[in-house]
């Protein structure tokens, strides 16, 4: 049957750090506690949840008001949870609205995938929705801000997406950025050697990076791990996930060296990225990164 639903997917964060931080039985006990709590704010707003997959959860609701609200009130129950570990309890949602297929009790169509998309774009505590589900919605209720259009993978029309601006600091911020088209268009530009790949804002495919000969950028290294990391866009910026044994190293223009493991890090500027050993010293086995500005219109 085919009925018009809005989709929410919410991730919960730093979950690798958490069952590394207090174990695997506890934070199994966490997580679960979370989702929990998920599932009855979807409740609360006339919501369904659909599944959950591992981390993930999955709702469905009639009316694209109730599915925002409901994003809203679990960003802001997630806040009120204290540290597990030292690491804040924090998920990502996306939301996407349209005609879907109700199966089984499960819901299939192009918005579940577009919906999927969305929250992939998300980083912590964000919340992302697109245009035409905010179609119908009062922003006095539900403030967001426009990130402009982006091209979406298995999509010949770029997805207009927003974001909710739930805090409540929030209040009285511009709902709409003017005449985002025009802005310049940022690109990640990543190189070692005669290799070069690039990622701009409106591609949502990551690089990746490792010793394994099915990776983008091919690093033969001993210190490297066959899918050692790789590179995302989340919005218009880019940043590297660690997925490594050893750990990745980068530096900056300012020789500031940060690592990073298991978790991820924003990309700005121009640098230096190694693959499990330390970069303070240049390597040929160095990858260099730079985030270039490119005419809109280019």
Known sequence: MEADRAILFADIVNSTGITEAIGDVESRRHFSSILDELGAITAGQDGRVVKTIGDE?????????????????????????PAIGGIPSAVKIGVHAGPVILEGGDVFGDVVNVAARVIGMAAAEQLLTTGDTLQGVDPAEIQFRSLGNHQVRGRDVPLHVCEILWRDETDGMTAVAPNLHQLPVPEMQLAIGDSVVSMSSRTNDPITLGRGEDSDLVVPGSSASRAH???????SRFYLEDHSTNGTYLVGLDGNEIFVHRDQVLLQGAGRISLGEQASVPSPLDIHYKVVFRDPEG
Do not use: W, Y
């Open 57 to 81: 959860i999955m709702c469905a609701f009639e009316a694209n008001p109730s599915a925002l609200r409901a994003a809203v009130e679990m960003q802001r129950a997630l806040t009120r949870r």
């Open 229 to 235: 990391a790789k590179v995302v866009r989340r919005g």
